[in-house]
């Protein structure tokens, strides 16, 4: 079974692409982030019309994920339980459609969107902690609850864990930009300690192995990126992972989304 993620940054947006990506790779589950649309305004048929079942949370033109599969989609759920909601600037506090999951042919795939910092001392850091040590939390009650659950929790993690992972890390630290913190680096570290695995990096060891370009500066033709789309596996599902792949050729070309698609495959 092949399962991947992408951060498409606008679904309507890259339709054309996400369909012929489908079609020449040939996916079985594909988590999606930013989807950047309502249930009314989501292209459901660009998925049916190729064979897929897809579940969507989305409210508006910001965030929203969704999967795909054509393996099954079962057992639907959008958010986790204790997902911590936002209020800018002390406004009621909102859910955000950041979470969803299915069983898809037996394993529990999670499309992940999570909040991005925005800055050291922005309100939306503390969010952000919170927001994965809530999901943490979480992840750690499903194994303890099944030692043999296979759960992948993919998507767009917006945390850089290691120094190899952003073009470089000096002008990082002395910018004070987000992504490679010690408290974010911190709360990525509690999923490993947990038992869930980042598949794909002992396939693709870095430097210079990027999921992630910034459209600007041309990012992308300096080779100056980022990794932070990643597959997270529990132990059972990580032992089955056969090969993997971060499919850099997605982010060229007109219309490209600014991350590349991450695939794994499973035995």
Not at 148 to 156: T, Y
Request: glycine residues 8%; charged residues 25%.
């Amino acid at each position: 079974m092949k399962i991947a993620t992408w951060n498409v940054n606008s679904l309507r947006a890259r339709a054309d692409r996400v369909e012929d990506w489908l079609r020449r790779t040939d996916a079985d589950v594909l988590a999606i982030q930013e989807t950047k649309c309502k249930d009314e305004n989501f292209p459901w048929e660009l998925f049916e019309n190729n064979g897929y079942e897809v579940a969507h949370f989305g409210f508006s033109q910001w965030n929203g994920v969704a999967i795909a599969s054509r393996v099954g989609l079962e057992d639907v759920e959008r958010t986790f339980v204790n997902q911590p909601a936002f209020g800018k600037g002390g406004l009621d506090p909102v859910q955000e459609a950041r979470a969803i999951a299915a069983t898809c042919n037996g394993v529990r795939i999670w499309s992940l969107y999570v909040p991005n910092g925005r800055a050291l001392d922005d309100e939306h850091m503390p969010y952000k902690l919170q927001w994965l040590d809530e999901l943490k939390n979480q992840a750690t009650g499903w194994l303890a609850a099944d030692p043999n659950a296979q759960i992948a929790l993919m998507g767009d993690w917006n945390i850089a864990p290691q120094d190899d992972d952003v073009w470089d890390i000096d002008f990082f630290r002395t910018q004070g930009l987000t992504h490679v913190s010690e408290p974010e680096r911190a709360a990525f570290s509690a999923f490993e300690a947990a038992g869930f695995t980042d598949v794909v990096r002992p396939l693709h060891p870095g430097p210079g192995i990027y999921t992630y370009w910034d459209y600007t500066q041309l990012r992308f033709p300096k080779k100056e990126g980022m990794r932070i789309d990643f597959v997270m596996a529990s132990p059972a599902l990580a032992a089955r992972v056969s090969s993997a792949e971060i499919d850099r050729e997605e982010r060229k070309g007109k219309g490209a989304s600014d991350h590349a698609p991450v695939i794994v495959e499973l035995g």
